[in-house]
Every structure is written in C-alpha cells, then in structure tokens.
C-alpha cells in the first residue's frame, strides 16, 4: 500500500504544479486588472475635481 501511495504521490506532483501555474497567472491578471480599474477612477475624480473637459484632461 506505501508503494502505491507514493506511486500516485508522484503522478499528482505536475497536476499540482500546473494548477499553481495557472492560479499564479489568474492572480497575477487579477491584480492588473485592478489596478487599471483603480487608475482609470483617479483620471475620473481628478477630472470632476478640475472641472476639466475631457480633451483638455488628455491633452495635459
């Protein structure tokens, strides 16, 4: 049965390797994504607090 066990132990090792792969890459995204978000908020508070037009916001 301990044989086996680590037989099975073995197999699961590249499974676990590629789901930690892709979690990594789905936080990493996550966190992009946030912080665009985030940027895109500050553009849009800084521009309602200036009272700016929105081509005279890009243009600065």
């Keep these: 049965m301990t044989k086996e066990w680590r037989k ?3 197999s699961m090792v590249p499974i676990l ?3 930690t792969v ?3 890459m789905g936080i990493k ?3 992009q994504r946030v912080r665009r978000i985030h940027a895109a ?3 849009k508070v ?3 607090q200036w009272i ?3 081509e ?3 243009k600065c």
């Design 17 to 19: 390797a590629i789901l």
């Design 41 to 43: 908020e500050e553009r």
């Design 46 to 48: 800084r521009r309602s």
């Design 29 to 31: 995204s996550l966190a």
């Design 22 to 24: 892709v979690a990594c």
């Design 56 to 58: 005279a916001f890009l």
């Design 8 to 10: 099975e132990d073995k």
């Design 52 to 54: 700016l037009t929105e």
